[in-house]
């Protein structure tokens, strides 16, 4: 039943895309492309939420005569995808939600009202498939809706550029995906994924199928070194879709990851973790780095993205790692720790994109420093963005904290894996999640404080109003949520137990009857976590101060200059800017990107003003991607010429084909 209803769930969501083309510019088509869309994805979220707390139950699949004729389309919700959809219904509800007040700002509605429907019903089938022929198309569906909602400001230069990236990373990773399949049904091309459970792929294969997986599902969630489409695609949609793509999407690729490479393929090698906790951490840090380097408000979350879904990965090799040695409870705290990232990524970066949405129908721009003293001028937003940047710099007592808490409590387990690449490689891999850690902070000091205290910046920032109640309203719903779920972790940590008994064979205990609400993720005596009593503890220290305060302090008003830090300049161009602020750790990483700082400073007497530049590059871009790019354009400029050929040498082309393929068959043994 839960898949049935799924399935018209993503039906309806496909029939709203239909009426959204019809409706067109109607000044009533936002509101009710939008609102169907929450309606139908709480609906969803509700079917999924019921099915994960039911644990592992009974199968629960569809087939339909569709698809290929001797196959059929498979559709089945297990506990792995039921939580996925969860993930994926949640954020489509709260974007949804948003969008109500944010999308009346848009300027050609019509280029996002019929395939935002259609992109929430892409993901939707993703999750249900149940064959590699269902999930492709799906897949494929799920990509070509993002690039039309990718281009819907297709005028822009940057972001046509963007969406060119975009279509063609996804279609490389659409074709690895497509080669894994082929690999995984084998000889006797059986499609369905139960079937494909059943071959028993020989060791070579089965490293393969990995290498595929990481490049197809990779690709799409922006794993180094492919993550070059990620921080153009996603600061070029409109904010609700960007927060779609960076918090949603993104984990779609993560649920390909998990099915192919944990439930699929079956027995793994203890040496597939190396790979993919390298690659998780290279990720994470590099992500975080090429962040703080940004000025554009989307670009920096878009690459803080990029560093969480390394995070992810780091969980999902520690679970690959302890899989392969038989440590069931320590594979099944690192699979929960992967998922509840997850999910909480999916909150606070919805919540961060959709601030920044608002910064922007606020003041028309995303440029931190254009920006500052919002606080002031949108003190509703400031404070949601505000519980967004904690969460996402891993703070107490919010949500991020107790993912990143219980990754490292993983890591910690290492010693018992009898391998030494990994007793060495994992301990190197938590020492690059702490830097990350301490970067992500330090982003995210910098983007709040740039962005909304101080002094404004520009007259836009100085005139900025607060905006409206429906954004106001999932931003709110969403920082509700990021503390529920950092001072109540057990409840999910329970829900997830299902999911990892299915993909690791063994569950984390049993949290919800621990005294106080308290998590333990291996024995209490090892180590724990209170959420409930963090939080308390904080409100009841800030209250009390804040008492002591009003009470027991001098009531007279004083007024006084403000702390000028030394300059007594009253223009603004004397605050720190977001490029001054990460000057520090610029020149320490330098070498990562190859930077070079320029500073023209005229004579005495010369009334030319002092110059300051920087020039970032992106040594992935400039080493992999930009060789391939020109490759590629100076063979197509020469195969140009085969267009103005005459009639005769179009004919002696096909016909040297011809013997030529006759030939082949002729020698073929």
Not at 273 to 296: C, K, R, S
Not at 466 to 490: H, K, Q, T, Y
């Amino acid at each position: 039943m839960p898949t049935l209803l799924a399935l018209y769930g993503t039906a309806a969501l496909l029939a709203v895309s239909v009426l959204a083309v019809f409706l067109g510019r109607r000044h009533a088509a936002t509101p009710i492309v939008y609102g169907a869309c929450a309606a139908i994805s709480a609906c969803i979220l509700v079917v999924a939420i019921v099915r994960l707390l039911a644990g592992p139950g009974t199968v629960d699949a569809v087939t339909l005569p569709l698809g290929i004729p001797w196959l059929g389309a498979h559709f089945r919700v297990d506990a792995l995808s039921a939580f996925f959809l969860v993930v994926v219904n949640l954020g489509g509800f709260a974007a949804s939600l948003y969008a109500i007040g944010y999308g009346r700002h848009e300027d050609e509605p019509q280029r996002v009202l019929p395939f935002y429907p259609a992109f929430l019903a892409g993901m939707n089938l993703v999750l249900l498939a149940d064959d590699a022929f269902t999930f492709l198309f799906a897949w494929e569906s799920m990509s070509l809706a993002s690039w039309a909602l990718v281009m819907t400001h297709h005028r822009d230069p940057e972001n046509a550029r963007a969406g060119y990236v975009y279509i063609v990373m996804a279609s490389a990773g659409t074709m690895a995906l497509l080669l894994c399949f082929g690999l995984l049904a084998g000889p006797a091309g059986g499609y369905a994924f139960g079937d494909i459970r059943l071959n028993a792929l020989s060791p070579e294969m089965a490293a393969a199928v990995l290498g595929l997986a990481i490049l197809g599902a990779g690709s799409k969630a922006g794993i180094v070194p492919l993550h070059a489409w990620l921080p153009l695609a996603h600061p070029a949609a409109p904010s609700h879709v960007s927060a779609l793509l960076s918090g949603v999407m993104t984990k779609v690729a993560v649920y390909a990851f998990i099915r192919i490479v944990f439930d699929l393929v079956g027995t793994t090698s203890w040496w597939w973790a190396t790979l993919v906790l390298a690659l998780g951490a290279a990720t994470a840090v590099l992500g975080i780095l090429y962040a703080l380097m940004q000025t554009d408000l989307k670009r920096v979350l878009a690459y803080s993205t990029i560093e969480n879904i390394g995070l992810i990965f780091v969980g999902l090799g520690l679970a690959l790692a302890f899989r392969a040695n038989g440590m069931a409870s320590a594979a099944a705290l690192a699979m929960t720790a992967a998922l509840f990232h997850v999910l909480n990524h999916a909150a606070f970066k919805s919540l961060l994109f959709f601030g920044a949405g608002a910064v922007l129908t606020a003041t028309g721009t995303r440029q931190m420093d254009r920006l500052g003293g919002l606080i002031h001028r949108m003190p509703r937003t400031a404070f949601a963005v505000l519980a967004g940047c904690v969460a996402i710099s891993a703070l107490p007592p919010l949500n991020g904290f107790v993912s990143e808490w219980l990754t490292f409590q993983a890591v910690l387990l290492s010693p018992d894996l009898p391998q030494w690449d990994l007793k060495i490689i994992v301990p190197a891999v938590g020492a690059m999640l702490a830097l990350s850690a301490a970067l992500a902070a330090a982003c995210f000091v910098r983007l709040y404080g740039v962005s909304f205290l101080g002094r404004p910046r520009s007259p836009a920032a100085a005139e900025a109003r607060e905006v409206d109640r429906w954004s106001l309203g999932a931003m709110f719903g969403l920082a509700a949520l990021c503390l529920a779920l950092g001072i109540l972790p057990g409840f999910v940590i329970d829900a997830l137990s299902p999911v990892t008994a299915a993909m690791v064979g063994g569950r984390m205990p049993a949290q919800a009857a621990i005294p106080w609400l308290s998590i333990v993720p291996v024995a209490e005596s090892r180590s724990s976590y209170n959420g409930l009593l963090v939080f308390a503890f904080i409100a009841a220290s800030a209250g009390i101060a804040a008492l002591a305060i009003h009470r027991l302090a001098s009531n007279r008003l004083r007024r006084a200059p403000a702390w000028d830090c030394g300059f007594p300049d009253p223009s603004v161009v004397t605050q720190y800017t977001a490029e001054s602020f990460s000057q520090p750790l610029r020149r320490v990483f330098g070498v990562v990107f190859r930077v070079r700082e320029r500073v023209d400073m005229p004579a005495p007497g010369d009334m030319r003003p002092a110059v300051f530049a920087v020039d970032l590059h992106d040594r992935i871009w400039d080493g992999l991607y930009q060789p391939v790019a020109t490759g590629v354009n100076r063979i197509a400029d020469r195969m140009n010429r085969f267009q103005f050929l005459t009639i005769r040498r179009y004919l002696t082309l096909v016909f040297a084909a011809l013997v030529t393929l006759l030939l082949v068959l002729a020698v073929w043994p």
